[in-house]
């Protein structure tokens, strides 16, 4: 299977804390993108690293990407209640064409408590 | 920012039925949309990808007869579920790409229930 894992697959943390969840994918890549997606809703973007790229901020989002290993991270930085959803890593591993397609990892579901 | 619109978000009907499902880049022209299936607590497995005026390229395993596929503009592709019964009972979810190597941009999502 080429799709992505994720870990952890559930994390329950106090408002404020930092979260971290991590990818790890199977296959070169083009870039990895990070998406979040709240119950029976569709999916958010919310940032891509390209493949030269190691670090990304985006507001209280951090990732990192190391190719070497074929793994990422998103970290959210002082969560908030709002930030329950699940989150998704998804790669594009860039074959060409208009066809790019995304593989999307197994997801981490985050609650954070108030 | 870019805004994808599903239509209808929630469809209950009887065995047999065919349903079609809608999805339009509001505000964007999208050279590419993807329609995907996610299972309760599942991630999104990837059913097709339809380019604007070329047949779909479909995924190992998803009936290209059951699922059609019409991507007739650049605002508008449309996924049909044929004679649905049960087991095609999910969540189905389009996306909208307007480059490729862009970000692709979701719409709500359909909840199919085939009684």
């Known amino acids: 299977s080429q799709q992505g894992e994720e870990d952890p697959q559930a994390l329950s943390i106090q408002e404020g804390e930092n979260a971290t969840m991590n990818c790890s994918y199977k296959t070169s890549i083009n870039n990895l993108q990070w998406y979040r997606q709240n119950s029976g809703r569709g999916l958010v973007h919310l940032i891509l690293i390209r493949s030269n790229e190691r670090e990304k901020h985006s507001g209280r989002l951090r990732v990192t990407l190391d190719t070497s290993k074929k793994s990422s991270s998103l970290l959210i930085t002082a969560s908030r209640a709002a930030d329950t959803a699940s989150y998704f890593c998804?790669?594009?591993?860039?074959?060409?064409?208009?066809?790019?397609?995304?593989?999307f990892g197994t997801g981490t579901l985050l609650a954070v408590q108030p | 920012g870019a805004v994808v619109s599903q239509h209808p978000s929630r469809v209950i009907c009887k065995s047999g039925t065919s349903v079609k499902i809608e999805c339009r880049s509001l505000d964007f022209q999208a050279t590419t949309m993807f329609w995907y299936r996610q299972f309760p607590k599942k991630s999104l497995m990837l059913m097709a990808t339809s380019n604007e005026g070329s047949k779909a390229t479909y995924e190992q395993g998803v009936e290209k007869d059951k699922f059609l596929i019409n991507h007739a503009s650049l605002t508008l592709s449309t996924l049909t579920v044929t004679s649905a019964h049960p087991e095609d009972s999910s969540f189905y979810i389009c996306s909208a790409r307007y480059l490729q190597d862009q970000p692709q941009h979701f719409g709500d999502g359909t909840r199919l229930s085939i009684l």
């Open positions: 998804a790669t594009d591993a860039g074959y060409g064409g208009a066809t790019n397609k995304l593989i």
